[in-house]
C-alpha cells in the first residue's frame, strides 16, 4: 500500500464525536441533497456543525431549508449554519467540500458546442478535449480561492472535492498548495452495476477494484462478495450474448485491453479520438434544465408541505463524502472503495506528478492511497497520453496562460485539427476571459 500520510494536530481532531464541516457551493439542491441525506442520517456524525455557503442567498436558503427537514426527521441533531461569506465559515473548519461550478450549465454548452462548430469530435466536453480545457482554465482560480482562504483559515483541513474536473483539481491542488485534498466520484459504483447486470447477479453480489484516472478508471478486479472467486472468465463469456445497445463503447473497450472501463461511454469517450463513433450527440443540456426545474419544483412543494416528503430522502444515498469525514474524525481506519489522490507511485506505471483514482483507507492521520500494482502496459500507455494533457491543462490554469492552453489542446488526441484548436481557443478564450486568472 503506498500512502500520503500528514499527521493532523490535536486542534483539528477537536472532539471525538463531532466535526465542523463547511460546505461551499451548498446551494446546489440537486447536490446537496445526497451529501444531507448522508450527514443527516450518518450515526458517527451526530451533533456535528455543518455551514452551508453560498453566494446566492436565495439558493442557499432553499438548500439550508432541505438541510433542517432532514436533520430534523433524522433526529442527527446536526447544527446547521449559514453564509454567503466563504471567509466567515472557514475558521475551526476540519473538513471542507467543495462543490462549486461557474455558471456551470450554461458554460458548459459553450464548452460541448463551440468544438462541434469548428469540426472537432467530442462526446461530453466536461472532463476531456477541448471542453475539458476550458473547464479547467475557469474552474482552478475559484478553487484557489477556496484553497488560500483555507491556507489562512484552517490550514489542517482537508478539502473534499466534488466538482469537475475532478482530476485536473486534485492535481493542482496538491502541486500548488499544502492543503490536503482528496476527490470522490460515485463512477465506480455504477460500474459495478453495470457489470451485475450483465452477469444476472445482484450489485451487491459483486465486488469491484479499480483504478486508473477520474472517469478514465480500469476495473482491475471482479470478484463474487461471498467467495472473492474472480468473475471476470464469467463477464467475457455473458457479455458476449448481452445485448448489443448497451455500452457498446466500453465492450468494445474490454474486449480490446481486457478490463472493463468504469462510468460509461460519454465520460470515456471524453478522453478518446474515436469516443464520437459511439456518443456523438453527446449531453442532453434541454433535457437536464427540464429535470433541474422538476426537481426544484419538488423541494419548493415538500418544503412548503404541498408534497410529503419521499421515501428516499430519508435514507443514505452513499456517497463517501460522509463516510471519509466520519472515519478521519474517529480514527475508524474506513475503506473507501474510490477516490482521487496524488500518485507517488501508487500506479507505478503512470507518471508520479498526477492524480489518479484507486481505493483510498481514511483515519484520523489523514487520506492513504491503496496500490493495486501497475496497469497493463497497453492501458498505462493509453492513460499515460490523457496524463500529459491534463498536467499541460492545469499549467495552462494555473498561470493563465493562452499559448500553455493552446499546446494542451493541441496534445490532446481528441483535436485532429489545428486550424480548428485554434478558432476554438480564439472564441472559447473570449467566452471564459472573465473567470480565467492567475492562482499563483
Not at 55 to 65: I, N, P
Not at 354 to 359: G, K, Q, R, S, T
Not at 362 to 378: K, N, R
Request: glycine share 8%; with cysteine; proline share 6%.
Amino acid at each position: 500500500m503506498s500512502s500520503i500520510v500528514s499527521t493532523i494536530p490535536s486542534s483539528i481532531l477537536g472532539s471525538r464525536n463531532t466535526a465542523r464541516i463547511v460546505f461551499v457551493g451548498a446551494g446546489s439542491a440537486s447536490f446537496g441533497l445526497g451529501m444531507f441525506r448522508d450527514l443527516c442520517f450518518s450515526e458517527h456524525l451526530a451533533g456535528s456543525t455543518v455551514v452551508l455557503v453560498d453566494t446566492d442567498a436565495d439558493a442557499l436558503a432553499r438548500s439550508a431549508a432541505l438541510a433542517r427537514l432532514l436533520n430534523e426527521r433524522s433526529g442527527a441533531g446536526l447544527v446547521i449554519e449559514t453564509t454567503t461569506d466563504q471567509r466567515a465559515a472557514l475558521p475551526g473548519a476540519q473538513f471542507v467540500l467543495n462543490a462549486t461550478a461557474i455558471d456551470r450549465m450554461r458554460l458548459w454548452r459553450h464548452d460541448h458546442e463551440v468544438p462541434r462548430k469548428h469540426g472537432l469530435r467530442q462526446t461530453l466536453g466536461e472532463n476531456g478535449g477541448p471542453g475539458g480545457l476550458f473547464f479547467t482554465l475557469r474552474t482552478l482560480p475559484l478553487v484557489f480561492d477556496i484553497v488560500r482562504d483555507m491556507e489562512a483559515l484552517c490550514p489542517d483541513a482537508l478539502l473534499v472535492n466534488f466538482s469537475n474536473p475532478e482530476s485536473r483539481i486534485v492535481l493542482a491542488v496538491g502541486k500548488y498548495s499544502r492543503i490536503r485534498v482528496v476527490g470522490l466520484c460515485e463512477g465506480v459504483f455504477g460500474s459495478r452495476a453495470q457489470v451485475a447486470r450483465v452477469l444476472g447477479r445482484r450489485d451487491d453480489e459483486v465486488d469491484v477494484w479499480a483504478a486508473g484516472l477520474n472517469h478514465f478508471q480500469w476495473l482491475v478486479h471482479i470478484r463474487d462478495h461471498a467467495t472473492g472467486r474472480d468473475l471476470y472468465p464469467a463477464l467475457r463469456e455473458a457479455e458476449k450474448t448481452f445485448d448489443p445497445a448497451q455500452a457498446p463503447l466500453t465492450r468494445r473497450l474490454f474486449r480490446a485491453f481486457g478490463l472493463w472501463p468504469t462510468c460509461g461511454d460519454g465520460h470515456t469517450g471524453e478522453f478518446l479520438p474515436y469516443g464520437w463513433e459511439i456518443d456523438e450527440p453527446g449531453y442532453d443540456f434541454d433535457g437536464d434544465a427540464q429535470r433541474r426545474a422538476v426537481f426544484r419544483g419538488e423541494v419548493d412543494d415538500v418544503l412548503a408541505g404541498r408534497m410529503a416528503v419521499p421515501d428516499w430522502w430519508l435514507t443514505p444515498c452513499g456517497e463517501r463524502g460522509a463516510a471519509v469525514i466520519a472515519a478521519c474524525t474517529h480514527n475508524e481506519k474506513r475503506f473507501i472503495e474510490s477516490g482521487v489522490v496524488l500518485n507517488r507511485g501508487t500506479i507505478p506505471n503512470l507518471p508520479a506528478e498526477l492524480a489518479v483514482e484507486v481505493p483510498i483507507v481514511a483515519d484520523a492521520a489523514g487520506v492513504h492511497p491503496v496500490s493495486l500494482g501497475p496497469l497493463p502496459d497497453p492501458i498505462a500507455k493509453l492513460l499515460a497520453v490523457q496524463a500529459g494533457v491534463q498536467q499541460l491543462a492545469v499549467e495552462a490554469a494555473v498561470h493563465a496562460s493562452r499559448s500553455l492552453a493552446r499546446e494542451a489542446l493541441l496534445i490532446d488526441p481528441v483535436v485532429d485539427s489545428m486550424s480548428a484548436a485554434e478558432a476554438v481557443l480564439d472564441e472559447l478564450w473570449e467566452i471564459n476571459r472573465p473567470y480565467i486568472r492567475p492562482c499563483v
